[in-house]
């Protein structure tokens, strides 16, 4: 049996594991900053009851015009650390458990419950990465 859980042991430290995590981590930060600027317009419409645009890309454009461009982007620095940690360990431990259960069969409800379990040890892991605090100007 040391030989199987050895095993288990190398492939949750693994290459693969490392590129799959780094690439769940770019990935999130590749799209939450493509989308950065709906978030702030969908911010500021909760927050700022009196403002005139109600459609978001109004806003958008009233923010760039009144703010500057770099308005839109205020407070991304939290947001964009905390989703790529957290996406890089919830990558690495799905990748990790779906290595260590390799000698099971494939399925829909495997890679789910892997996703769950994923999923809650990243959060009870590390909950500092979900708390992340935005200027709203």
Not at 11 to 29: E, K, M, W
């Amino acid at each position: 049996m040391p030989d199987v859980e050895e095993a288990q042991l190398v492939g949750l430290f693994s290459y693969d594991n490392l590129v799959h995590a780094v690439a769940g981590a770019t990935g999130s930060v590749t799209a939450m900053s493509v989308f950065f600027p709906l978030d702030t317009a969908r911010l500021r419409l909760q927050v700022d009851e009196k403002r005139k645009a109600k459609y978001t890309h109004e806003i958008i454009a009233e923010i760039s015009q009144e703010e500057g461009v770099k308005a839109l982007y205020r407070g991304w620095f939290p947001v964009i650390s905390s989703l790529c940690c957290s996406n890089f360990v919830y990558f690495y431990t799905y990748n990790g458990l779906k290595a260590a259960m390799n000698h099971q069969p494939a399925g829909a409800l495997k890679d789910l419950c892997l996703a769950f379990m994923a999923g809650t040890y990243t959060t009870a892991a590390a909950p500092t990465l979900f708390t992340s605090t935005r200027t709203t100007g």
